[in-house]
């Protein structure tokens, strides 16, 4: 990054302003900072400073049947959401990103759609569409829905390495011999696997996250970690859920850091 | 990420979940600590003996969900815990089997109004005042306290529900309990019961589980609060609340076992409720929390320190009103509308 | 979207081709476009569809209909609606008629049972007069419009019925046929609950994001980094999981509360939790980074020469700021604020777990109508109107916020 140097604010604006944003981060971070350590809380209350600390809320959440069986389901929808919505996502990028057709604009719009709706009235629409198929209450349901959510993000990642990508180079293999697959897998996917990695991981946190499509859509059988969480907190907040809370985050941030230096490798 | 070790593990992921269908069976209770007493009464004992793969869930008694199930065709709940109105009201829309019909759960033996044409009591509870004890010099004594703002001022807790809620109001109006439900029949007496709730309504704090009473009253967020029993006696001895009771006036309810019609595992449901009425079995609940038996033979089985928590002792029964459930299934539809457009605005 | 100069000779050659040829390298798309016509599209008409579906009265009471127009019907009347119900019971189809004339009637879901009760072919066999006495002697509404209006406004297996109700227009009356005054949930008020809690919400994030944005985007080096890294931590970390840490933070016995009485702030722990403010104030930091982004890209494109310009020529820092960098920034100030307002109008969760019953936007009546009362028609109504209004009010925004950022995002 070039340095960018804009005329110095005097001090008597700097300092406020200064002032005002480290007040604004707080915000964003101290949350978080104050909530997630009262996992390790060895009372069961909710404030500081603790008595002492202690495990035993993580004991409780990993020896749990009902916790760890939430958790399974959480990482095989995630898992099976990426998978898909990766898939998909990733081809319709390379399908649109140069393409001119009729209709681009509204195909576009469409497709980043999920994101901006309100997810209730997806669940609802899934929902009632779910029904007569028989849909409701599976794994593969559930799947649908949270891949409708994770692909509009996959596609607007690959589509940013996409732009930078020389498709002269996918004529270049087919010059070579290559078939369309192998130019695909050989040439254009290394080249824009920081971009797929990308999505795929947003698509992991975006399934693992989702509580409002599971309380739709969901049975039994597929009882996720954050539904867990949700009912808990509706119900009586305990230091467990907090535990949870902070096993979910360092699963999001473990596959965060991996795409990164798997990107920073490339 | 490398995209073949993913797609690898998802199909070994589904061969996991798929093995699991040996014989399996789905129980969806209230949650929290009822679910927990039931998990230790009820289902270990019947998934160890039988084998039997016991998958839970838990709901907040919205009928809704079930409806859409047996509408759909495509029911995954194999018994569901009900109260006796939600019972009463799902059997008329025929979404539960019509077990009460049944020779076997005849047979129980179980204490009246503990058989429904489509529900199997399986334990005896109340709707009683909790309160903090250090909140007030003087103790509440009677549920109807909780209106009594002058004397015990304070927030207090209602269940989101015009179950209990409406009748309370009655009550605390100076209706006596045998005159609850007929007066409820009318107009003029909802409304009644409506003005009661309206003196009170900018002290309410509105809960939906029945762990939260707990909780509300521990943190202090509210001065007392409407709660089921054996949820006050489960704090004040596992999580080291003290918490006050006022038995007079509680409203008693039975718990009640569900098959929904269509249930694909139905077979399982009947013999898992037929065990929970077994005497020895029934009366296991109340070493885990204070809900009394449903079977008669299992009264005698309750150690005495146990009763005393139990809604069903002599010394708490005072005033007691026994909850209509076939009030509540013909009317729980409008006046739930009425109510829960009153508690928006 | 930049398209690199090989890319833009191909595409003139693809634009003499053929569609056929031209449509090729679309192909990739197909299982993405087929998976939304799918699962996005097709749901999306289902919503519409639910709306304006009103099947039941019809269904129920074919010939009852025919005499329901005008009040309270002759006794020939009584004798349809009997001969209809006893079909109905046998089909299935009581409760639905029930469940449905309630929303149109005060007490109709009991008249029908009531009804119901007594309805079979023996009472159908009776004599007109005969039935209409024991009809009306089953529920005492049956002899009063109401209940016929319900049932004729329910008329046709297609209705704005819904759409109505959602729209705040009185669709039930009272036995007597009066406008219903309870019972009705006021959607007047959700609608300008969720707009204002919306615009607050996005009024915050910009004003108290604006100075944020302008000291990341002119930071550079570390600073930079540690800055915008600060800024997407919370975005990356989940919502289920921020709003938990508010209601830890926020509740009776929580942190927040506990500060405050340690500062002498306060006498005794304030109620925090389920009010207004917990709501905004959660919303807010859930909706910053989504506001500060944005701004952030749009600012760093602004050059500093500009602002420099302006100061050699005399303008203070604040007018330098206001008058040169300012405007330039808006496209940017207006994607964040349109990005977050629209957001906003969806929320469901966080109201729910932070709010109180007087905070619930719209979204919460979605889930509320179709999980807890099968209303599903209602449900689909409100989502139409949600969607819809979004759209009227973010389309123009929308428009703009494309113009001024072509290539940026």
């Given at each position: 990054?070039?340095?960018r140097?804009y005329a110095?604010?005097?001090l ?18 101290l949350?978080?900072?104050a909530?997630l350590p009262?996992?390790?809380?060895s009372?069961p ?15 409780a959440?990993f020896l ?13 929808i ?18 649109l ?12 719009a469409?497709a980043i759609a999920?994101m ?7 669940g609802l629409?899934l ?8 849909l409701?209450?599976?794994f ?7 891949s409708?959510?994770?692909?509009p ?5 690959v589509?940013?390495?996409l ?10 293999a ?5 078939s369309?697959?192998r130019?695909?897998?050989d040439?254009?996917l290394?080249?824009?696997a920081p971009?797929v ?14 509580v ?5 859509i ?5 009882r ?5 969480m949700?009912t808990?907190?509706r119900?009586?907040?305990d230091?467990?859920?907090?535990a ?8 999001t ?14 | ?9 998802v199909p070994?992921l ?17 949650g ?13 004992p019947?998934?160890?003996a039988?084998?039997?793969?016991i998958?839970?869930?838990s709901w907040?008694?919205?009928?809704a ?11 995954v709940?194999?018994?569901v ?8 009201s ?7 089997e019509?077990?009460?019909a049944?020779?076997m759960?005849?047979a129980?033996g179980?204490?009246?109004?503990g ?8 334990s005896v ?6 309160y ?13 306290d909780i209106f009594?703002?002058a ?5 207090r807790?209602?269940?989101k529900?015009p179950?209990d809620?409406?009748e ?7 209706v ?10 009318t107009?003029?007496?909802v409304?009644r019961?409506?003005a009661k709730l309206?003196?009170i309504k900018?002290d ?31 704090a ?8 006050g009771?006022?038995?007079?006036q509680q409203?008693r ?6 098959i929904?019609?269509?249930a694909?595992?139905a077979?399982?449901?009947?013999a898992?409720?037929a065990s ?8 296991d ?7 009394g ?5 299992a ?5 005495p320190?146990?009763l005393?928590?139990?809604?069903s002792?002599p010394a ?6 026994a909850?209509d459930?076939a009030?509540w299934a013909?009317?729980g ?6 109510f829960?457009?009153?508690?928006a605005? | 979207?930049?398209?690199?100069p090989?890319?833009t000779?191909q ?11 031209r449509?090729g ?10 998976f939304?016509?799918?699962f996005?599209?097709v749901?999306?008409?289902?919503i ?5 579906s ?5 269904a129920a009471?074919?010939?009852?209909l025919?005499?329901a127009?005008?009040?309270?019907p002759?006794d020939?009347?009584?004798?349809a609606l ?17 469940r ?5 009637v005060?007490?109709g879901?009991a008249a029908v049972?009531?009804?119901?009760r007594?309805?079979d072919?023996?009472?159908a066999?009776?004599?007109p ?8 002697g089953?529920?005492?509404i ?6 016929w ?8 297996p297609?209705s ?6 959602a729209?705040g227009?009185?669709?039930?009356a009272?036995p007597?046929g009066?406008?219903?005054s309870?019972g009705?949930h006021d959607?007047?008020?959700i609608?300008l609950?969720t707009i204002?809690?919306?615009l ?8 108290i994001?604006?100075?944020l944005?302008?000291v990341?985007a002119?930071s550079?080096?570390m600073?930079?980094k ?5 800024v997407l931590l919370p975005f ?20 927040m509360?506990d500060?405050l009485?340690?500062g002498g702030?306060?006498?005794e722990?304030?109620p925090l939790?389920y ?6 104030l ?6 910053l980074?989504f506001?500060?982004?944005?701004m952030?890209?749009?600012?760093r494109a602004?050059?500093?020469?500009h ?16 008058s040169?960098f ?23 969760l966080?109201?729910?777990l932070v709010g ?5 936007m719209?979204s919460?009546?979605i889930?509320r109508?179709?999980?807890e009362?099968?209303?599903w ?9 949600l ?11 929308s428009r703009y916020?494309f ?5 940026r995002f």
């Amino acid at each position: 990054m070039t340095p960018r140097r804009y005329a110095d604010l005097p001090l008597h604006l700097r300092l406020p302003l200064y002032l005002f944003v480290g007040l604004t981060l707080a915000l964003l971070i101290l949350p978080l900072l104050a909530a997630l350590p009262i996992s390790v809380n060895s009372a069961p209350w909710f404030t500081y400073p603790f008595p002492g600390v202690s495990g035993r809320w993580f004991k409780a959440f990993f020896l749990s049947d009902t916790w760890t069986g939430a958790l399974l389901n959480s990482l095989s929808i995630a898992l099976a959401t990426t998978v898909l919505a990766t898939t998909l996502g990733t081809l319709a990028a390379i399908g649109l990103v140069n393409a001119r057709f009729p209709l681009r604009r509204l195909v576009m719009a469409l497709a980043i759609a999920p994101m901006l709706m309100p997810v209730v009235v997806l669940g609802l629409g899934l929902f009632i569409f779910f029904g007569p198929l028989g849909l409701n209450y599976t794994f593969a349901g559930v799947v649908v829905a949270h891949s409708l959510l994770a692909m509009p993000f996959v596609i607007i990642t690959v589509t940013a390495t996409l732009t930078r990508f020389d498709f002269t180079l996918m004529q270049a293999a087919a010059n070579l011999g290559a078939s369309k697959t192998r130019a695909f897998f050989d040439v254009m996917l290394p080249l824009i696997a920081p971009g797929v990695g990308a999505g795929a991981v947003f698509s992991f946190a975006t399934s693992f996250d989702e509580v409002v499509m599971v309380l739709f859509i969901a049975g039994p059988g597929q009882r996720t970690l954050p539904k867990q969480m949700f009912t808990g907190l509706r119900e009586q907040l305990d230091p467990t859920i907090i535990a949870a809370a902070v096993t979910m985050v360092l699963i999001t941030s473990a596959l965060m850091i991996a795409a990164l230096v798997i990107a920073k490798k490339r | 990420m490398t995209m073949k070790s993913v797609t690898a593990a998802v199909p070994a992921l589904c061969l996991l979940a798929g093995m699991a269908s040996a014989q399996e069976l789905t129980v969806v209770s209230w949650g929290g600590a009822l679910q927990e007493a039931q998990t230790k009464a009820f289902m270990d004992p019947y998934a160890a003996a039988t084998g039997t793969k016991i998958v839970q869930d838990s709901w907040s008694g919205e009928l809704a969900k079930l409806r859409a199930m047996v509408d759909s065709g495509n029911v995954v709940w194999d018994v569901v815990d009900m109260d006796p109105q939600s019972a009463a009201s799902a059997c008329d829309q025929g979404l539960l089997e019509p077990i009460g019909a049944e020779e076997m759960f005849k047979a129980a033996g179980l204490v009246e109004g503990g058989l429904l044409d489509c529900a199997v009591g399986t334990s005896v509870y109340a709707t009683i005042l909790a309160y903090k004890k250090d909140a007030f010099a003087t103790a509440p004594t009677s549920v109807s306290d909780i209106f009594d703002t002058a004397t015990f001022p304070g927030k207090r807790a209602f269940r989101k529900s015009p179950v209990d809620t409406l009748e309370v109001a009655l009550m605390a109006d100076g209706v006596a309990p045998a005159d609850i439900y007929s007066l409820l029949s009318t107009p003029e007496g909802v409304d009644r019961a409506f003005a009661k709730l309206d003196t009170i309504k900018g002290d309410i704090v509105w809960w939906e589980a029945g762990a939260q009473p707990a909780q509300l009253l521990m943190s202090g967020e509210v001065a007392m609060s409407l709660a089921w029993n054996g949820r006050i006696a489960d704090a004040n001895s596992n999580e080291g609340a003290d918490l006050g009771i006022a038995w007079s006036q509680q409203v008693r309810g039975f718990d009640m076992w569900t098959i929904p019609m269509g249930a694909k595992n139905a077979d399982a449901a009947r013999a898992f409720i037929a065990s929970t009425v077994t005497p020895a079995t029934n009366a296991d609940l109340a070493k885990y929390i204070a809900y009394g038996p449903s079977v008669a033979a299992a009264a005698e089985l309750v150690a005495p320190d146990q009763l005393a928590n139990l809604p069903s002792a002599p010394a708490n029964s005072e005033g007691a009103l026994a909850q209509d459930g076939a009030f509540w299934a013909k009317n729980g539809d409008a006046l739930n509308a009425k109510f829960s457009a009153w508690v928006a605005q | 979207m930049n398209l690199s100069p090989s890319a833009t000779s191909q595409t003139a050659r693809r634009q003499k081709a053929p569609l056929r040829h031209r449509l090729g390298p679309v192909l990739p798309a197909l299982p993405m476009l087929a998976f939304l016509a799918l699962f996005l599209v097709v749901p999306l008409a289902i919503i519409g569809k639910t709306a304006l579906s009103d099947p039941e009265v019809s269904a129920a009471l074919p010939q009852a209909l025919a005499y329901a127009a005008d009040g309270v019907p002759d006794d020939a009347g009584f004798a349809a609606l009997v001969a209809d119900l006893v079909e109905a019971k046998k089909a299935g189809l009581m409760r639905p008629l029930a469940r449905r004339l309630e929303y149109g009637v005060a007490g109709g879901s009991a008249a029908v049972t009531d009804l119901a009760r007594i309805a079979d072919a023996e009472l159908a066999a009776q004599d007109p007069a005969a039935i209409r006495l024991a009809v009306t002697g089953s529920n005492p509404i049956w002899s009063q419009p109401g209940i016929w209006q319900a049932i004729d406004q329910g008329a046709a297996p297609w209705s704005l019925f819904y759409l109505k109700w959602a729209l705040g227009v009185p669709v039930k009356a009272t036995p007597d046929g009066q406008p219903a005054s309870d019972g009705i949930h006021d959607f007047g008020t959700i609608y300008l609950r969720t707009i204002v809690i919306s615009l607050l919400v996005t009024g915050l994030t910009v004003v108290i994001g604006y100075p944020l944005a302008y000291v990341v985007a002119t930071s550079s080096g570390m600073i930079g980094k540690v800055l915008i890294f600060l800024v997407l931590l919370p975005f990356w970390t989940s919502l289920l999981v921020r709003t938990m840490s508010w209601i830890v933070v926020l509740q009776k016995n929580g942190v927040m509360n506990d500060l405050l009485l340690a500062g002498g702030l306060t006498a005794e722990p304030l109620p925090l939790l389920y009010t207004r403010f917990a709501t905004i104030l959660a919303m807010v930091q859930i909706q910053l980074p989504f506001t500060v982004l944005p701004m952030i890209s749009v600012m760093r494109a602004i050059p500093p020469s500009h602002v420099r310009a302006a100061r050699s020529m005399g303008a203070g820092p604040v007018s330098a700021h206001v008058s040169v960098f300012m405007p330039q920034a808006v496209p940017g100030i207006a994607a964040g604020a349109l990005l977050t307002f629209v957001l906003c109008l969806g929320f469901y969760l966080t109201p729910a777990l932070v709010g109180g019953p007087g905070d619930q936007m719209v979204s919460f009546f979605i889930a509320r109508f179709t999980n807890e009362q099968l209303n599903w028609g209602l449900a689909s109504a409100l989502s139409l109107v949600l969607i819809a209004g979004a759209t009227v009010i973010a389309l123009p925004l929308s428009r703009y916020v494309f113009r001024h950022s072509s290539g940026r995002f």
